[in-house]
């Protein structure tokens, strides 16, 4: 059995460029070329909570589609982590989204991203959310992934 690949904040930090508030990566559990398992812990102070909505605090589904593309990355890491490089994604087009469940507060969500293919710089994504092993979205995603000089 492999051990699994954690990575710290402080690790995501330097291999993503999204930070505070957007940086949706708690904590990556297990990470290879093919699939990626991560965390968003999801606490009281969030932001979006302020205006969504602050009598029954619900995380927003796109930020939850964009915790999963933020975790997709990942799927880079053994190949850029160290050589100076970092990538910036960019969406280039979502399917079959579907939200299941709604995040609040104290939630912990766990996301999952699995390559399906990839072609030069063009990765198509499948991913999902959940909390306490209960999906709360799920979708298809195509992405361009950037590899720019640190």
Known sequence: MQEKRVLTIKE?????PHRYPFLLVDRVLDYSAEQVSAIKNVTANEEF???HFPA???MPGVLQIEALA????FLAYDELSGAD??????FLGLDSVRFRKIVTP???LLLFTKLIKKKKNFWWVEANASVEGETTCEAKFTA?????DK
């Open 144 to 148: 361009l992934i950037n590899v720019v």
């Open 56 to 58: 029954a605090p619900v």
């Open 12 to 16: 995501i930090k330097e291999f993503l």
């Open 85 to 90: 490089k970092r990538v910036d994604p960019l």
């Open 49 to 51: 909570f302020n205006g």
């Open 106 to 108: 104290g939630d912990q």
């Open 70 to 73: 933020q975790g997709s990355v």
